[in-house]
């Protein structure tokens, strides 16, 4: 699976970005897509994660993103879309648009990353 990621970039505090991810396969084959980040020094966080096959689209937020970032597809474009307010220095991180098939045997596809900036 190959991915075109974009929307990442550098931002104030309080801003606002958005980011985009185009997926070469059909991504209602898989289980789900999403978006996961790793900020400097620190371990690999789920931000974001939305159903694929299911016609109402089921989302998940980490915590630390709830009530702030919002997640939605389009299986049609094979994207998955972040939208990102009240950015705080800690979303500071590479964001990586995952696909993923969970069942008796797991896949992840993993987009080349895309960084975000947020500075005070």
């Known amino acids: 699976v190959e991915f075109v990621e974009s929307g990442g970039g550098s931002v104030q505090v309080g801003g606002s970005l958005g980011l985009y991810c185009a997926a070469s396969?059909?991504?209602?084959?898989?289980?789900?897509i999403g978006w996961s980040r790793r900020a400097p020094g620190k371990g690999p966080e789920v931000v974001a994660t939305?159903?694929?096959?299911?016609?109402?689209?089921?989302?998940e937020y980490g915590d630390s993103v709830k009530g702030r970032f919002t997640i939605s597809r389009d299986n049609a474009r094979q994207a998955v879309y972040l939208h990102m307010n009240s950015l705080q220095p800690e979303d500071t991180a590479v964001y990586y648009c995952?696909?993923?098939?969970?069942?008796?045997?797991?896949?992840?596809?993993w987009g080349q990353g895309t960084e975000v900036t947020v500075s005070s």
């Open positions: 396969w059909d991504i209602i084959r898989f289980s789900g």
């Open positions: 939305i159903v694929t096959g299911h016609r109402t689209g089921i989302t």
């Open positions: 995952n696909l993923y098939c969970r069942g008796p045997d797991d896949y992840d596809f």
